[in-house]
């Protein structure tokens, strides 16, 4: 028979707030309890806190949506198969999907404080959206924001030197790129018919992204080595 805990035993277990597994069931991504003896008092299995690290673990570290993992969660079988096969997918194929971030969500996934993500829409390159008097950001926004708070973690953050300034050496070079790469795509793509140019632009806007991650990988890889190649030689003389 299974080991059955609280909810805030299971949070204890799994390494997140209580609130975060409370959100996870409400999205579906949990089973309901395994046993409720009163209105108040539900108990869940205790191996559900490698499942809820898991889904942690997806968000954080893929950039998952919810609607996303719940569909792998669903149709895989074996957490470590998920997890395996997730690792080896191109950084071009995990960006966020689906519906709408809402803020409070955006700061636990993106590890970010209120004053943060204040100072990323701040610079423009995200526009949130307003609900009555609740903040939601599309996929796409959400997917900037993550991704700064993962650079922020990695030590890209202004105790080092990093600010969001900097920014827009991305933002320019990105801007003159996509207009350039319009232009190709409206040349050879412009007697296509409707619903293959959308299958064109869909399909160029993947493979792009990761060539354009392995490509500036390559080549940031190169100037290193070669710095570090020419910083070896002038000590070695």
Same mark, same amino acid.
């Given at each position: 028979m299974p080991e059955l805990i609280k909810i805030s035993e299971l949070a204890t277990r799994a390494g997140v707030a209580k609130s975060t597994v409370q959100h996870y069931i409400r999205e579906g991504l949990l089973p309901p309890p395994d046993k409720k003896p009163h209105r108040n008092m539900a108990y869940y299995r205790a191996d559900l806190a490698d499942r809820i690290r898991l889904i942690k673990e997806l968000q954080e570290q893929q950039h998952l949506p919810l609607s996303t993992i719940k569909k792998l969660l669903k149709d895989r079988s074996g957490m470590a198969e998920i997890r395996s096969s997730l690792m080896q997918q191109p950084l071009a194929l995990q960006a966020p999907e689906g519906k709408?971030?809402?803020? *409070?969500?955006? !700061? &636990?996934?993106? +590890?970010? @404080? &209120?004053?943060? !993500?204040?100072? #990323?829409? *701040? @610079?423009? !390159?995200? +526009?949130? +959206?307003?609900?009555? =008097?609740? &903040?939601?950001?599309?996929?796409?926004?959400?997917?900037?924001?993550? *991704? #700064?708070? =993962?650079? +922020?973690? *990695?030590?890209?953050?202004?105790?080092?030197?990093? @600010? !969001?300034?900097?920014? =827009?050496?991305y933002v320019d070079a990105m801007k003159q790129l996509v207009s350039r790469e319009i232009k190709l795509f409206a040349k050879n793509a412009g007697n296509q018919a409707p619903d293959r140019m959308f299958q064109l632009a869909r399909a160029g806007l993947e493979g792009t992204n990761y060539l354009l991650m392995a490509i500036r990988r390559k080549i940031f890889l190169d100037l290193i080595e070669g710095r570090q190649s020419r910083s070896g030689t002038k000590d070695s003389k």
């Open positions: 709408p971030v809402e803020r *409070a969500e955006l !700061l &636990e996934r993106a +590890q970010l @404080t &209120e004053p943060q !993500l204040d100072d #990323i829409v *701040a @610079t423009g !390159l995200v +526009q949130p +959206q307003r609900r009555k =008097s609740r &903040e939601y950001y599309e996929p796409a926004d959400a997917a900037v924001v993550m *991704a #700064i708070g =993962s650079m +922020q973690a *990695a030590g890209l953050n202004p105790e080092n030197g990093f @600010t !969001l300034d900097d920014l =827009s050496l």
